[in-house]
Structures are given as C-alpha cells and as structure tokens.
C-alpha cells in the first residue's frame, strides 16, 4: 500500500462542482493530495479505474503529469479535458497538436482504443496565481454501474464551504452555476 501522502482518492468526478470539492478537500487535508511526482511503482499500482489524484503545481514541482499510457488527443468536455486509452502509439509524426480539430479526429479514428480501457479526465483550477491539478481515471463500465462514486455522496464532502476564488480565479468555459445563502456563503453548485 502507498503512504498516504500519495494515496489517490477512490470515485468519479462527474462535474466542475464534482472537482472544485475535491480540489477544496485536498487543500483542507481531508482527501490526499499529490506532493511529489509518482514512481513507476506507485504508478502502476495506483492510476486504476477510479483513482483521482489531486496536486498543486507549487507544492509537487509537478508541471506536466505522466503516467505512463498511451493516450488518445485532448478532448474538450465542458471544463475537462478528456482522454481515451489506446492499444499502442500512432506512428511517430502522425499527430501534432497545430492539426485542426477534425484532421485531430481523424487520427484519432485510426488508433484502436483499448477495450476496456482507462478514461482520463482532468482539469485545471488557478487559486491563488497557483495551477491545481484533478487527475481521473475511470472505465465506462465502473461508471454506468455506479461503482464509483461521487464527491456528492460523501457528507464530508459536502459539507465543504467552497471559497469563491476557487471558482472566480479560474476562466472556466462554462462557469458552475452558483446559489448563495443569506449570508453571503455558497450554499450550492
């Protein structure tokens, strides 16, 4: 078993709010945060369907995460971006991230994604001039089933009051919508 400092929190992060707890937890301690880049080890024995890894650019020294597989381009979806797990390597020169979207597609059709393979989905929130990083992996079969679950269904969790600048320091394509309390205070998202 991994020391906890590098310890993945286990679920599925389904929305931005889904994210901005995790990423609120992981600054509070409640959830393990990512402090250092993962070993080989520590990496083959930790990134599985419904790992999340959660870490800030500050703290780990972490720019670029790496875990070792094959990946499809980037996929934008809503404020995440998204990777499929593919069975090996496109042939070197064959993409480069200039190629417009389609011709992006195109080669993206052309690899053979793994079956039942790993779904990568991460996002970037800006807090304090510091980039914090939400890293997960998923199957679609762990998520249809509900196998994994989500930050909305821990009351600790839930419980977090999520600071606005959590949400206002980041240029999210799509913003989480908002309600607050009479005080003042996020109450939901």
């Not at 020391?3 to 995790?22: E, K, M, N």
């Not at 800006?126 to 909305?152: E, F, M, N, W």
């Not at 320091?169 to 009479?182: M, Q, V």
């Amino acid at each position: 078993m991994p020391p906890a400092s590098v310890r993945p929190f286990c679920g599925y992060v389904d929305t931005t709010a889904d994210a901005l707890r995790l990423i609120q937890a992981a600054r509070c301690g409640l959830i393990p945060r990512i402090t250092r880049r993962l070993n080989e080890l520590e990496r083959r024995a930790m990134i599985k369907t419904g790992a999340i890894f959660v870490f800030s650019v500050d703290e780990s020294g972490i720019k670029r995460w790496t875990d070792g597989y094959t990946w499809t381009p980037s996929r934008i979806s809503g404020n995440f971006l998204v990777y499929r797990e593919v069975t090996e390597r496109p042939s070197r020169g064959t993409y480069h991230p200039s190629y417009p979207p389609e011709m992006a597609q195109r080669l993206e059709s052309s690899v053979a994604l793994k079956s039942q393979g790993l779904i990568k989905k991460t996002i970037t929130v800006k807090i304090a001039g510091s980039d914090h990083h939400l890293i997960c992996y998923y199957t679609q079969d762990d998520v249809r089933s509900g196998r994994l679950r989500r930050p909305t269904t821990v009351p600790e969790l839930m419980a977090l009051e999520i600071p606005l600048e959590l949400i206002q320091s980041t240029n999210f394509r799509y913003p989480p919508k908002l309600e607050a309390g009479p005080d003042g205070r996020l109450t939901r998202m």
